[in-house]
């Protein structure tokens, strides 16, 4: 994998050797990475924006959270289902882990 990374906003990521970088047409968030991967449809997006607590855990748990985001998910334009697969803490708290699956007219979208 090859290592992408902003020391500036505090994020680092492996993505395989065949992405490249992308553009969204209208960027909606403060920072936004895209890479697409392979010669399919499948890409990667890491989207930061600034928030004003000092930890997740003081904003939601990830279970929490996890519902919160396939709710917004569940109410998007075409979204016919949406399922929770994981929602868990990682780094003692500091990061959580959410994977859910999204069908919709536009096909199946994995979120991880």
């Known amino acids: 994998p090859l290592p992408s990374s902003s020391p500036a906003?505090?994020?680092s990521l492996s993505i395989p050797p065949e992405s490249s970088p992308t553009s969204k047409p209208l960027p909606t968030h403060a920072h936004e990475a895209r890479f697409g991967v392979g010669s399919g449809k499948a890409s990667?997006?890491?989207?930061l924006d600034k928030v004003?607590?000092?930890?997740?855990?003081?904003?939601?748990?990830?279970?929490?959270?996890?519902?919160?985001?396939?709710?917004?998910?569940?109410?998007?334009?075409?979204?016919?289902?949406?399922e929770l697969t994981s929602a868990v803490e990682e780094e003692g708290g500091e990061?959580?882990?959410?994977?859910?699956?999204?069908?919709?007219?536009?096909?199946?979208?994995?979120?991880?």
């Open 52 to 82: 004003k607590i000092t930890s997740l855990k003081e904003f939601a748990t990830a279970e929490d959270l996890a519902k919160r985001l396939v709710a917004v998910e569940a109410d998007r334009d075409g979204v016919s289902s949406v």
């Open 44 to 47: 990667v997006t890491v989207t």
């Open 9 to 11: 906003l505090r994020y």
């Open 95 to 112: 990061t959580y882990r959410i994977r859910f699956v999204s069908n919709g007219k536009r096909g199946r979208k994995v979120v991880d």
